[in-house]
């Protein structure tokens, strides 16, 4: 069936770097564009980051502009965010999920908490 | 940025009663391309509606999403136990992609 698995996530002190991966499965990935999303503690949803298909294409929301880098390799099914200079901000649980516009496949989220 | 603002922030109702949840944005969402998500406790989004008005297949017809423009319109006919959750609209137009910061249906 069409699946979406998160991991990577952890605790880190601020300042730190996680590199969180999503694996597909189910669809043809390189179809695709894909999405991250996260969500802190009791708080809403907030769109991170999204690629093209093809990688071509990338968008980041301004809270983690130059910070963050989406990237996916499609012969692994795989989507990839690696998170550099983490602050307590960014405390949260991360989706990946397909599409960029309406996103009809999400994974059930990865951790992070970044705490010193 | 296009700023959604849902309302009511959340409510308590009684299973079988009426629903309607409402979303603005602070400018035009292009092609309606507005969407609706239900999120349940410790579970990811599932989206409900597509393009303001395509409820997803897999949810009851007692959903459906209208509007245009800047306002946009997400109605439950008939609660059921099931639907008590939390409901967000995202609107896909333009970018940054935003999130309405959600409403709370509850069991009163």
């Known amino acids: 069936q069409v699946q979406l698995v998160e991991s990577g996530g952890g605790l880190v002190k601020p300042g730190g770097s996680l590199r969180l991966s999503c694996v597909a499965s189910g669809f043809t990935f390189s179809d695709y564009y894909m999405s991250w999303i996260r969500q802190a503690p009791g708080k809403g949803l907030e769109w991170v980051s999204y690629i093209k298909n093809s990688g071509s294409t990338i968008y980041y929301g301004d809270s983690v502009k130059g910070r963050f880098t989406i990237s996916r390799d499609n012969t692994k099914n795989s989507l990839f965010l690696q998170m550099n200079s983490l602050r307590a901000e960014d405390t949260a649980v991360y989706f990946c999920?397909?599409?960029?516009?309406?996103?009809?496949?999400w994974g059930q989220g990865t951790t992070v908490t970044v705490s010193s | 940025e296009i700023v959604l603002t849902q309302s009511p922030g959340s409510l308590s109702l009684s299973p079988g009663e009426r629903v309607t949840l409402s979303c603005r944005a602070s400018q035009s969402v292009n092609n309606r391309y507005l969407a609706w998500y239900q999120q349940k406790p410790g579970q990811a989004p599932r989206l409900l509606i597509y393009d303001a008005s395509n409820r997803v297949p897999g949810f009851p017809d007692r959903f459906s999403g209208s509007g245009s423009g800047t306002d946009f319109t997400l109605t439950i006919s008939r609660l059921e136990p099931e639907d008590f959750a939390v409901y967000y609209c995202?609107?896909?137009?333009?970018?940054?992609?935003?999130f309405g910061q959600g409403t709370k249906v509850e069991i009163k």
């Open positions: 999920a397909r599409g960029h516009f309406g996103l009809e496949v």
């Open positions: 995202q609107q896909y137009g333009s970018s940054p992609r935003t």
